[in-house]
């Protein structure tokens, strides 16, 4: 049985670097696959909706060390956060990949073993500009004015041996799959010419897919102190996660190749270039379609992503004050596909005022109470239909293809546009028909049954066109237009007149309360300058914990009997320390920040009972306390009187 008969669907997002937390950005990706998924499902597919976090890599092994804890800890807290965030925004996403799962290392090394032996990885050498003081390579396009873009330092040229992947062979068919008009595999057409033009022409490059400068990542099995780098791992967890050469899976069949891989514009070249050419090498079919969309840009001044321009809210604030639906509305509708589109708030108050609160709400708010004023909520079967109401029901039938064919193209705004253009029609054929001049006519009380029946029947087709966007809205609607689960299905949005003839509303709650645009910028604005009166450098406050969690820790004052710098690593010294009831050694990451010397003999506080753990060979039994000090680090001193052992509390 072929994949079309069964009728699945595998939609994608990247999988995102839990280098630091979630924002904005991450929300469109992942919301735009969202609303495809629930309309797969709608229409009947066996969906899966894949997402993940691509944990390796230099970076995120950097970032774990300078916080003093392993890498694993370092994700694990952020992978929490994108989890927390996707539930907030009611992601139903199938499987979420880790590339710290057993199961993807194990597709990593299969994958990577067999591409070796069917020639496609062949091993060579590495050549970049290497900052011995921060351990790590860079291209000549990352420096920053010849420098190493972390430290400023000077950088050297230096290689290393590695493994490459065959990509220059691949370039032809490439082409050929990329200029293919009936496969249509790139999304939009005018990344196709960019990808064609920048990087096929010119020449395409092999891949340098393993590193032994760093350790953080999936170990070679076949050559000891290399590690998988970067696309290798990361994309093939779009196939990992099916249980393409790993056991905990077995959908690979079922699912594979994928419908859609999402992602924005800078990664359309690693998923139209290389893991086509991977799949080719692996002899696997490849993906359908890859969609690569715009940025979300914050600021005047544009560009991905910036912290500093005040405009970046924090999703979880902005799902708080003013709806998950509002949000998840608000970023489709505002981002036409392709190209990239602002965010602002101002912007998305003017939206949730205008479309959710005016036109929908209203729309829905007016009609029930109508029902219930004229009606006591229940609409009388004696109703006169006219050829007044053509016109609103060609509104509603014109929609679902239309709508159907948009969202699957991500084409999310000129959807919601004709949308709202039909809720905005029924709006007016409320102006139009008067229900409060025929309800002071007894005679005319069956027109106004019709008039009213119209419009709840409306309501019921926009709330399902509406349901992948606004999942939480739109049941609340049904629950106020008395619509049951049958006339609420995809199919039923085709036809019109489905509510029982004498359905029964119920009054609800509002479904978007209108906001005071000027007074909620300037409370924003308000929470803006509070958070610019703090540091930037200063790390958020953690949440509250139990009294309970904190005394489990034990914290005591150490003497330094003797401290030296651990041997080719600019970052740790080796301690020996008195922690009163003997002598242990702890490794810490300040040799930036000290000479050996000057640390012996001084009392320290130190977290006495954290498991030991391994760094660069040596163990380490405990943490040395130190305070954040601009971008270095002070450890935390007592003066001399302090017993070793003391507790600190
Ligand atoms: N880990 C790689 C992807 C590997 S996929 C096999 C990666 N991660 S990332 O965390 O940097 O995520 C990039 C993706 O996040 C973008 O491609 C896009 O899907 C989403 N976005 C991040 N910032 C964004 C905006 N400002 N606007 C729109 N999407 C953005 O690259």
Known sequence: ????????????????????????????????????ARLKRMQG?????????D?????????????????????????????????????SYDRYVRT??????????????????????????????????????????????????????DVTDASEEAYFFKLS???????????????????????????????????????????????????????????????????????????????TYNDYEKYWPADMHVMAKEIVRFHSLIWPAILMALGEPLPNKIYGHGWITFGAAGGKMSKSKGNVIDPFVLCERYGVDALRYDILREMPFGSDAPYSNEQMFTR?????ANDLGNLVSRTVAMVIKYFGGKIPEDKEFTDEDTDLYNAFDALPDYVSESYSSLRFSEALERIFRAIARANKYIDETCPWILAKDESKLPRLAAVLYNLLDCIRRA??????????TSPKIFEQIGATAEVTTWDSVYKKNLLPSDVTVQKGEVLFPRIDVEKE?????????????????????????????????????????????????????????????????????????????????????????????????????????????????????????????????
Request: proline share 5%.
């Open 1 to 36: 049985m072929d994949k079309q008969e069964k009728k699945t669907f595998y939609i994608t997002t990247p999988i995102y670097y839990p280098s630091g937390n979630p924002h904005i950005g991450h929300c469109y990706t992942t919301i735009a696959c969202d609303a495809v």
């Open 463 to 472: 709330a399902i066109l509406l349901y992948p966007i606004m999942p939480n």
């Open 45 to 53: 597919y066996d969906v899966m909706f894949l997402t993940g976090t």
């Open 521 to 649: 910028i300037e409370e924003l604005n308000k929470q803006l300058e509070q958070q610019a009166d703090v540091p930037s450098d200063l790390e958020p406050l953690k949440p509250l914990t139990k009294f309970d969690n904190f005394a489990a820790l034990d914290l005591r004052a150490v003497k330094v009997i003797s401290c030296e710098k651990v041997p080719k690593s600019d970052k740790l010294l080796k301690f020996i320390v008195n922690d009163g009831f003997g002598e242990r050694q702890v490794l810490s990451g300040i040799a930036k920040y000290y000479k050996p010397e000057d640390l012996i003999g001084k009392t320290l506080g130190m977290i006495v009972n954290l498991e030991p753990r391994k760094m660069m060979g040596y163990e380490s039994c405990g943490m040395i306390m130190s305070v954040k000090d601009g971008d270095g680090y002070r450890v935390v001193e007592f003066d001399d009187s302090i017993k070793a052992g003391a507790d600190i509390s």
């Open 352 to 356: 949730i005022n205008s479309d959710l």
């Open 55 to 91: 944990e390796h890599g230099q970076k995120i092994e950097k970032k774990a060390q300078e916080a003093g804890i392993t890498p694993k800890e370092y994700v694990d807290e952020i992978v929490a956060n994108f989890k927390k965030l996707w539930s907030t925004l009611n992601i």
């Open 100 to 153: 710290t799962d057993d199961y993807h290392i194990k597709t990593v090394q299969n994958v990577f073993e067999k591409l070796y032996k069917d020639g496609y990885i062949y091993k060579s050498e590495y050549k970049g500009k290497y900052c011995t003081p921060c351990e790590s390579f860079w291209t000549e396009s990352q420096l920053v004015n010849g420098k190493c873009p972390d430290c400023g330092r």
């Open 169 to 247: 062979q691949f370039a032809p068919k490439l082409k050929e799959l990329l200029l293919d008009e009936e496969k249509n595999f790139l999304n939009p057409k005018s990344r196709v010419n960019e990808m064609i033009h920048n990087f096929i022409d010119p020449g395409l490059q092999d891949l340098c897919v393993s590193r032994t400068s760093f350790t953080w990542g999936i170990p070679v099995t076949f050559d000891e102190g290399h590690i998988v780098y970067v696309w290798i791992d990361a994309l093939t967890n779009y196939i990992s996660a099916l249980g393409f050469m790993n056991d």
